[in-house]
């Protein structure tokens, strides 16, 4: 079964320290999502790609968080500088394709950002 | 604006038991509703959908899921639980591709 893959699964930093994720979707998934899930709380979306444009980014606090997908693939996101409050799971998904189609998200297993 | 929201934050219930998860979503308009589960350990995935048809939707594991649009909900239900299902629970909502996730039910099945 075709899945997300996410790394690194964990991660822990300084604060002020940079750090990244990287995602790569389901082959053939136009639509690229990351979300951020504090504890007991359930998935906000951070930014939303539709190949390699961004669809939605309203929620992404743009003066530290970044995110590309360059070649409308794998993507990144990118954290600089790491606050306290960016403890979280970071978790992406994909939709598209023919299997689950578009408007089915498939989930990666996250990346836990512990920062300290 | 557009939310979910589930009233539930723990459920407790002994194997056997039924299971009722309120979701209530606040969208105008066509809206495509989910349910997501997460076991201990693994990643979020899709127990069921609505996106139109018969409003009564059957999910993987004998869940199911029951649209009343004039009450703006989505509840999930399974008439007898295991201690398997074990897991936290994710209602979301999806309109014109704004994909909001409630803040989760989690449920815990004694065996």
């Known amino acids: 079964e075709a899945e997300v893959a996410q790394s690194p699964r964990y991660k822990i930093t300084e604060k002020s320290q940079a750090v990244a994720f990287w995602c790569d979707p389901i082959s053939g998934h136009a639509t690229l999502y990351w979300y951020r899930q504090i504890l007991g709380q359930g998935p906000e979306l951070l930014v939303q790609?539709?190949?390699?444009?961004?669809?939605?980014d309203s929620q992404l606090p743009k003066d530290r968080f970044s995110a590309e997908r360059l070649k409308g693939v794998d993507s990144t996101l990118k954290i600089q500088p790491a606050e306290l409050g960016d403890s979280a799971m970071y978790l992406c998904a994909s939709s598209g394709g023919q299997v689950t189609g578009a408007n089915v998200l498939t989930f990666g297993a996250g990346s836990r950002l512990t920062v300290l | 604006a557009q939310s979910v929201s589930q009233h539930n934050h723990h459920v407790i219930l002994s194997e056997a038991a039924s299971l009722e998860l309120g979701c209530n979503y606040s969208?105008?308009?066509?809206?495509?509703l989910f349910w997501y589960v997460q076991y201990p350990g693994q990643h979020l995935q899709l127990l069921l959908k609505?996106?139109?048809?018969?409003?009564l939707v059957k999910g993987i594991k004998g869940f199911e899921a029951e649209f009343i649009k004039s009450k703006f909900s989505f509840n999930l239900r399974k008439p007898s639980v295991q201690w398997s299902d074990t897991a936290e629970y994710f209602c979301?909502?999806?309109?014109?591709?704004?994909?909001?996730f409630g803040a989760g039910t989690r449920l815990t099945v004694k065996p």
């Open positions: 790609f539709q190949d390699e444009s961004v669809v939605d």
């Open positions: 969208y105008g308009g066509t809206v495509n």
């Open positions: 979301a909502g999806l309109n014109n591709n704004d994909m909001r």
């Open positions: 609505y996106f139109s048809g018969d409003p």
